[in-house]
């Protein structure tokens, strides 16, 4: 399986506060991506990147940021998390190739009251 | 804009039937094309790939899947299921060929599997 470790599992907190979620990757891999799954949704992407420093926004990046300062790190925010941001986050990687799959890490659990 | 539809939100299958998943997707040029599996609680897992050659491909778990252009469509099949199988199963296009290597998922589409 692929060096993906996404921290933390779960997470609840209220509404209006900062939250960051950390992705952590042994590959090298230089695509690093966020997703969110929603029930009858499937997964949307809030954003990406394709090396240390370079991001670029999703289908659904409002009210989210990102940051990679690292190759093997890449990091979520919340600004000020609402409730439509409870979701199930998905962090993956790629080598980027055209036709490379993805490899997901387990996914984080937020709920936000 | 590229696009992913799974027309199923959801389906239910017999243990040992055959299984047929629809994956209709909407791009100008030759697509790169996926199949994922998630397992309750887990992250996604790679079945297969499609991005040039023999349009039947094969994949883990006894999966394939036929690309048709005519019909714009990535079918994904089992000839016999196992109550295994039962979980969410996502087709994706993707990357490269979206923009920015980005993979575009469609909704899913759920399996049960009834003894």
């Known amino acids: 399986d692929a060096g993906i470790t996404q921290s933390p599992r779960h997470k609840v907190t209220e509404t209006g506060t900062p939250v960051t979620l950390r992705c952590h990757q042994t590959e090298n891999h230089r695509y690093m991506y966020w997703y969110r799954q929603d029930p009858g949704h499937g997964l949307r992407l809030i954003h990406y990147s394709y090396g240390v420093k370079d991001t670029d926004k999703g289908e659904v990046s409002d009210g989210y940021s990102v940051s990679r300062s690292k190759t093997e790190d890449f990091l979520l925010t919340l600004e000020s998390a609402t409730s439509s941001q409870t979701s199930v986050y998905f962090c993956?990687?790629?080598?980027?190739?055209?036709?490379?799959?993805?490899?997901f890490g387990s996914g984080t659990q937020l709920s936000v009251l | 804009a590229q696009s992913v539809t799974q027309p199923d939100i959801h389906i239910t299958v017999s243990e040992g039937a055959s299984l047929e998943l629809r994956c209709n997707y909407s791009y100008g040029a030759t697509p790169y094309l996926f199949w994922y599996v998630q397992s309750p609680g887990q992250g996604l897992q790679l079945l297969l790939k499609?991005?040039?050659?023999?349009?039947l491909v094969q994949g883990i778990k006894g999966f394939e899947a036929e690309f048709k252009r005519s019909q714009s469509s990535f079918n994904l099949r089992k000839p016999s299921v196992h109550w295994s199988d039962a979980a969410e199963y996502f087709c994706?296009?993707?990357?490269?060929?979206?923009?920015?290597?980005?993979?575009?998922f469609g909704a899913g589409t759920r399996l049960f599997v009834k003894a």
């Open positions: 994706a296009v993707g990357p490269g060929n979206t923009g920015g290597f980005k993979t575009i």
């Open positions: 993956a990687i790629s080598s980027g190739t055209e036709n490379e799959k993805l490899f």
């Open positions: 499609y991005f040039s050659g023999d349009t």
